[in-house]
């Protein structure tokens, strides 16, 4: 029962990471309207610019986030005019297969250039343990819930209130309007791709700090978990996507209680299978949503 | 006579819109009947309603007796009704020919083992495909463009290939969206006497159309909707000296809606 | 390149019965040729990828779903076909077909929940599916050996005749191969390619023509699965020894990129592509840490320039270039 109630504590703490990475994922779709592979590989270098930043100038978690953010904003952007910007109106499976491309390069170069083993992520916040009756909670993971709850709200405020915010919510729903609005859609499209790669940057320092490894492969199995978690939320509501992502750390935290750690992508994938089946537009069930 | 299609109380929802609000229609076999309306009045929602492209959102459609509401679009194809799209959906990278060949998929059972073997039943249906599907092509005019990839054909063939590939299907009933869309009056002209020519030689058609010329010369049943509302049914001179229907098109006095009569 | 491929056609068309006699005595004596078993070695590689790009070309190229995780169906294979063969000693010619059938089940299995949704679900379904099948080959290790693999898996034998090596085992990858080739080529001209191709180009097109797309999609998916099968189980005792390792995300990417940068929607381009993909990986062996970063770059520039592919289907939806160039075409002309 003791272990079951930390699992579920632990299941929160990585589900919140999930959830970034969702957020990310679903304002990406969102915005350009096209499904991405490059987001795992987008992940692994914000996990790998704060890691370089903790080695080389100093174990402090804000100049991290700062630093993976930046990184996996330039990043968004090479993958914005490699993938998207000229394929806006061709047929949807050239930008897939220009992100799988993307995505294989990112990779392989990381691999050669970060080198292909697991290397240990700076322990760069304190191991204190807090006791809530049997509940056991470090400090690591309210620091990660915090870092994620303040950044899903800053992206919240800066969607609804702010001029660009209402202008990538426009583009998110309808292009066509959105260019006869006078938006200039294309730049739009690419500020939104980066926003979303940006969290999904920092989610990949708060995932290497959970785990305290980072490797240049890390980015395949993230990158579908991002993906199943935005699945369940509905693809394009951040909202949803976010308790999509909790859901996944839940059930994976929950399912390795009945069996190894190993299996713990099977129980991620074995349920976004069964969430497909069973209900495959997610939580969020649309109303009015064209059903062509 | 025999009632064909008939739709009771049908509507369709897109979130708040009534898109089609309680229609009733009847089409008997034998008729050609014809679907006007402004723009947005529903007209092509309803057709994707009885083809099964979406569900309906009350209501229920019989096909020859048969009820098929809900049910998949492949299936009310094989129990006989083929339809065109307003916007253009033929397989563009496709010759004329191999488009109609397509048609012809629900006439040929060649299972995976036929085609490898090159058993008979393989070859029937090949043969059946080609043949007829040639025969077809003559007969909508367009045996010099076989070989032509659909895409490439000006808007006007292009509808013609549309219903020539319906016709493989050989439906029982024939729902053409805006047929005459894109054509220019001689190929109005000619498209009208095929549908009268179709009619005679059996097939049940329902057209929409804005063209009121087009309507009016062929079709001996018209419904009107707007807003998504039956506001009239009847013969032509019936819709034509219509009140509703004539402030439907051209409001009370001022334009409302473009339709263009 | 459509000239070029053209002229080739129209030379083809006009020597038929020579070019066919005279290739396939060419490809008979190739051992002859080349006894060296390193060259052998990379010709039955080239072999081996033909039947897994043309295989993930039916269901990428023609129907127009899309399958990543393709080393998942490949893995299947490969150790239905160890496993069969080391604890029930089952016949390698009757592991064949047996193995096709599982690994054509699993695609079922995988396809139907996503047969209704949009093809990139399926994509990302594929994907996680092929490290789930990974993962459980690593960790089951009472069936599958676990991290230490399958060893000693038993040669092919027919007519007394052993085959041990890349000199001998190049015919039964030739001979598959053409199987391959001559049974997805009558697929393919049939009521049942036509489908799959109408399905790619406008599914809900096809639909209103009575096409059972759910129906076709499966099909086509488990065909495609199916040639994976088969390659898998002669793999395995081609190599006599399997383990996970072979069959990671980065060998399905390696058979992507066979059938994107040789073309999809024909039988030629996944050919064409096993064997530029094969000889660049050869040339790029001293520095074989770049080979996915060249196959990348190979990819991206497909995509750009040519998006369906040196060989691929020019004639299709895949070449989605000159479609937008065309969508251009008629909006300018409708706005003037
Ligand atoms: N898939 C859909 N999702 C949401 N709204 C839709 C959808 N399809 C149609 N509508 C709406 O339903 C209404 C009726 O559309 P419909 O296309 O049936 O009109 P129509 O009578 O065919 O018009 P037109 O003469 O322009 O073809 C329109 O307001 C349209 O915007
Ligand atoms: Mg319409």
């Known amino acids: 029962m003791e272990y079951l109630l930390n699992q579920i504590v632990n299941g929160i703490s990585q589900g919140a990471i999930y959830a970034l990475m969702a957020i990310g994922y679903s304002v990406v779709v969102g915005v350009t309207g096209l499904i991405t592979f490059t987001h795992g590989e987008v992940i692994m270098i914000g996990a790998f610019a704060s890691f370089y930043i903790f080695q080389y100038i100093g174990n402090n978690l804000i100049l991290g986030i700062i630093a993976s953010f930046i990184a996996s904003w330039i990043l968004g952007m090479f993958i914005y005019y490699v993938c998207y910007d000229r394929f806006f109106e061709a047929p949807s499976h050239i930008s897939l297969i220009c992100t799988i491309g993307a995505s294989m390069l990112i990779r392989n170069l990381a691999q050669i250039y970060f080198g292909p083993n697991q290397k240990p992520m700076l322990n760069i916040i304190d191991n204190k343990v807090y006791r809530i009756g049997v509940l056991q909670v470090s400090l690591m993971q309210i620091v990660i819930l915090i870092t994620v709850v303040v950044l899903a709200s800053i992206l919240a405020f800066f969607i609804n209130n702010t001029r660009w915010g209402i202008m990538l919510r426009a583009v998110s729903q309808d292009k066509k309007a959105a260019y006869l609005m006078g938006i200039n859609v294309r730049k739009t499209a690419m500020i939104g791709n980066c926003i979303g790669c940006g969290l999904a940057g920092i989610a990949g320092l708060l995932i290497s700090i959970y785990y305290q490894t980072l490797q240049a492969t890390?980015?395949?199995?993230?990158?579908?978990?991002?993906?199943?978690?935005?699945?369940?939320?509905?693809?394009?509501?951040?909202?949803?996507?976010?308790?999509?992502?909790?859901?996944?750390?839940?059930i994976e935290n929950l399912g390795i209680t009945i069996s190894t750690a190993s299996f713990r992508d099977i129980f991620a994938f074995g349920f976004l299978i069964t969430v497909l089946i069973i209900r495959p537009e997610g939580f969020a069930s649309r109303k009015g949503a064209k059903s062509q | 006579m025999k009632v064909l299609l008939e739709a009771k109380n049908v509507s369709k929802h897109f979130g708040g819109l009534k898109a089609v609000d309680n229609v009733d229609m009847v089409i008997y076999e034998g008729d050609i009947f014809g679907i006007i309306g402004p723009n947005g009045a529903g007209k092509t929602t309803f057709f994707n309603l009885c083809s099964g492209v979406f569900p309906v959102t009350g209501g229920e459609i019989y096909f020859n007796g048969e009820n098929i509401t809900n049910l998949r679009p492949d299936i009310i194809a094989k129990k006989g009704m083929a339809r065109t799209f307003q916007n253009i959906k033929l397989f563009n990278y496709m010759s004329v020919l191999e488009n109609i060949k397509i048609g012809f998929h629900i006439h040929s059972r060649t299972r995976m083992w036929d085609a490898i073997l090159h058993t008979s039943v393989y070859k029937r249906d090949e043969k059946l495909a080609e043949e007829k599907g040639m025969e077809i092509i003559e007969r909508v005019g367009l045996k010099d463009y076989k070989d032509i990839l659909a895409g490439n054909l000006p808007y006007g063939m292009q509808r013609?290939?549309?219903?020539?590939?319906?016709?493989?299907?050989?439906?029982?009933?024939?729902?053409?969206?805006?047929?005459?869309?894109?054509?220019?009056?001689?190929?109005?002209?000619?498209?009208?006497?095929?549908?009268?020519?179709?009619?005679?030689?059996?097939?049940?058609?329902?057209?929409?159309?804005?063209?009121?010329?087009?309507?009016?010369?062929?079709?001996?049943?018209?419904?009107?909707?707007?807003?998504?509302?039956?506001?009239?049914?009847?013969?032509?001179?019936?819709?034509?000296?219509?009140?509703?229907?004539?402030?439907?098109?051209?409001?009370?006095?001022?334009?409302?809606?473009?339709?263009?009569? | 390149?459509?000239?070029?491929?053209?002229?080739?056609?129209?030379?083809?068309?006009?020597?038929?019965?020579?070019?066919?006699?005279?290739?396939?005595?060419?490809?008979?004596?190739?051992?002859?040729?080349?006894?060296?078993?390193?060259?052998?070695?990379?010709?039955?590689?080239?072999?081996?990828?033909?039947?897994?790009?043309?295989?993930?070309?039916?269901?990428?190229?023609?129907?127009?779903?899309?399958?990543?995780?393709?080393?998942?169906?490949?893995?299947?294979?490969?150790?239905?076909?160890?496993?069969?063969?080391?604890?029930?000693?089952?016949?390698?010619?009757?592991?064949?077909?047996?193995?096709?059938?599982?690994?054509?089940?699993?695609?079922?299995?995988?396809?139907?929940?996503?047969?209704?949704?949009?093809?990139?679900?399926?994509?990302?379904?594929?994907?996680?599916?092929?490290?789930?099948?990974?993962?459980?080959?690593?960790?089951?290790?009472?069936?599958?050996?676990?991290?230490?693999?399958?060893?000693?898996?038993?040669?092919?034998?027919?007519?007394?005749?052993?085959?041990?090596?890349?000199?001998?085992?190049?015919?039964?990858?030739?001979?598959?191969?053409?199987?391959?080739?001559?049974?997805?080529?009558?697929?393919?001209?049939?009521?049942?390619?036509?489908?799959?191709?109408?399905?790619?180009?406008?599914?809900?097109?096809?639909?209103?023509?009575?096409?059972?797309?759910?129906?076709?999609?499966?099909?086509?998916?488990?065909?495609?699965?199916?040639?994976?099968?088969?390659?898998?189980?002669?793999?395995?005792?081609?190599?006599?020894?399997?383990?996970?390792?072979?069959?990671?995300?980065?060998?399905?990417?390696?058979?992507?990129?066979?059938?994107?940068?040789?073309?999809?929607?024909?039988?030629?381009?996944?050919?064409?592509?096993?064997?530029?993909?094969?000889?660049?990986?050869?040339?790029?062996?001293?520095?074989?840490?770049?080979?996915?970063v060249a196959y990348a770059i190979l990819i991206i520039a497909m995509m750009w320039l040519r998006p369906q592919g040196l060989f691929g289907a020019s004639k299709s939806i895949l070449a989605g270039k000159e479609i937008v160039k065309k969508a251009r075409k008629a909006e300018k002309e409708a706005a003037a």
């Open chain 1, 218 to 250: 890390m980015g395949g199995s993230l990158g579908m978990k991002a993906f199943s978690s935005s699945v369940l939320g509905g693809l394009t509501d951040t909202r949803y996507s976010a308790l999509g992502g909790l859901a996944i750390g839940l």
């Open chain 2, 160 to 261: 013609m290939v549309e219903i020539a590939r319906a016709l493989a299907l050989d439906p029982k009933l024939l729902l053409l969206d805006e047929p005459a869309a894109g054509m220019n009056p001689n190929e109005t002209m000619a498209l009208m006497e095929f549908i009268k020519k179709l009619n005679h030689e059996g097939y049940t058609i329902a057209v929409i159309e804005h063209d009121m010329k087009f309507v009016m010369n062929t079709c001996n049943r018209i419904m009107v909707l707007n807003f998504g509302k039956k506001i009239c049914e009847g013969d032509p001179e019936y819709v034509r000296s219509n009140k509703e229907v004539n402030e439907a098109y051209f409001g009370k006095g001022i334009v409302v809606q473009g339709g263009t009569m």
């Open chain 3, 1 to 292: 390149m459509n000239e070029i491929i053209l002229k080739l056609k129209s030379i083809y068309d006009k020597y038929k019965i020579i070019i066919i006699l005279a290739g396939s005595i060419l490809l008979l004596l190739v051992p002859v040729i080349f006894p060296k078993s390193y060259i052998m070695g990379i010709i039955c590689r080239i072999l081996l990828y033909i039947i897994l790009a043309g295989g993930l070309n039916v269901i990428n190229g023609y129907s127009s779903q899309f399958c990543i995780g393709y080393a998942g169906f490949f893995c299947i294979g490969a150790y239905t076909e160890a496993i069969l063969a080391l604890r029930l000693k089952i016949n390698f010619w009757l592991l064949l077909p047996i193995a096709g059938i599982v690994t054509a089940i699993a695609g079922l299995l995988i396809c139907l929940p996503t047969l209704k949704l949009k093809g990139k679900y399926l994509a990302l379904v594929t994907l996680g599916f092929s490290e789930i099948v990974r993962l459980i080959a690593l960790n089951w290790s009472s069936l599958t050996g676990g991290p230490m693999g399958l060893k000693g898996i038993p040669v092919p034998k027919i007519f007394g005749i052993e085959f041990k090596n890349s000199l001998s085992y190049y015919y039964i990858f030739l001979f598959l191969v053409a199987i391959f080739l001559f049974v997805t080529r009558r697929v393919i001209n049939s009521r049942i390619g036509r489908a799959w191709m109408s399905i790619r180009e406008d599914e809900q097109a096809a639909r209103s023509l009575g096409v059972d797309t759910s129906m076709y999609k499966a099909l086509n998916f488990m065909y495609g699965a199916f040639w994976a099968g088969i390659a898998g189980a002669a793999y395995a005792p081609y190599t006599r020894y399997i383990d996970s390792t072979f069959f990671t995300l980065d060998e399905g990417f390696n058979i992507l990129s066979m059938a994107i940068i040789g073309g999809m929607g024909t039988l030629i381009g996944p050919v064409a592509g096993s064997i530029v993909v094969n000889l660049l990986t050869e040339l790029l062996r001293p520095i074989s840490e770049y080979r996915l």
